[in-house]
């Protein structure tokens, strides 16, 4: 509890810091908020759709990864799930264990969930480490982009391949496959933690029908899995861009690659446990890049600071909604 007391003071400072001393020198608030009251309606009603389909897409990879979860249901579990993350510093095992108690109170075997949890999370975690290398490549045939954009792609290239390597090398090698049988059984013991349980003790014989399973499931729904989280994280990037035309900036100062580029740096800003949902350093990092692409800094700051509240307000909301909704049978 005293850790957890520390590293949320710590995270708060942090916060403040960010908000109360680094990006008022960037832009003055007073110029921030006229940029956000020129928005006009038409711009108002495209970032509303835009978020709006941003989370109608949050649950299809979890209908895709666990057969016989509900469209609602799945709705109800990503919003839950990821309003803790954006509360918590370091709440992204925390949002995982939450997702993992609620499917199993809806019945769902605990494989089953284990494997959705850690499915959903693996592709989400690549596509994080695939999109700067995309952005870096966009920038760079525009004959743009630095060395730091070129060593963000880098690193998130190596992860990448990384990943990959090791999921592969997990479900068709027995020795690897300790490394996914880990994920699964870390994801499913912090939620039985949380429920003051013992942590789960899967059998050799029981990861070895899990890995069959997955990989059953695997080559029959990898495509769709795919396309449902390219789905959800692109619409979050089209939040961004639309907020940066709704500001003001044109095409001529920021482009569609540049955009891109800003925002897959920001998604990996994102993953670090530094900040509840990176709260702080992401609008520090995107805004400092759409500078640097040709932004004015007002316009920039608005920008940022509509798509991070589009992108959290909603789930927070959404989130506190579901929880307070009676579960659910699963299948609904």
Known sequence: MKRRLIVSAVALVLVGV?????????ANYGDVWRVVRGFSW?????????????????GPPWTTALPGLGFLQSLQLTQESTAVTLVVPGG????????????????FGSADVGRAVALTGIWSQLSTFFFPIVGALAVAVEGKGGTSLRLVAIVGGGLFAAGVALFVAALWREGPARWLHAVASFVASAARRLRRREPVAWSREGFDR???????LLRERWPSLTIATLANQLTGWLVLDLSLRASGIGLHDVSIADSF????VARLITSLPLTPGGLGFVELGLTGLL??????????????????????????????????????????
Not at 18 to 26: H, I, S
Not at 210 to 216: G, K, L, M, P, Q
Not at 297 to 311: E, G, I, M, P, T
């Open 18 to 26: 960010a908000f109360g001393v680094v990006l008022p020198r960037l």
């Open 42 to 58: 038409p711009w108002l009603l495209a970032l509303a759709g835009a978020t709006a389909l941003n989370i109608l897409t949050f």
């Open 92 to 107: 992204a095992p925390l949002g995982m264990g939450v997702s993992y108690g609620m499917l199993r109170s809806w019945g």
């Open 210 to 216: 899990f890995r069959r399973e997955t990989v059953a």
């Open 261 to 264: 580029a800003a925002w897959s």
């Open 291 to 332: 500078v640097g692409f040709g932004a004015s800094s007002a316009k920039a700051v608005a920008a940022v600071l509509a798509y991070r509240v589009l992108s959290i307000v909603p789930t927070l909301l959404l989130g506190l909604i579901g929880a307070m909704i009676p579960a659910r049978r699963r299948g609904l």
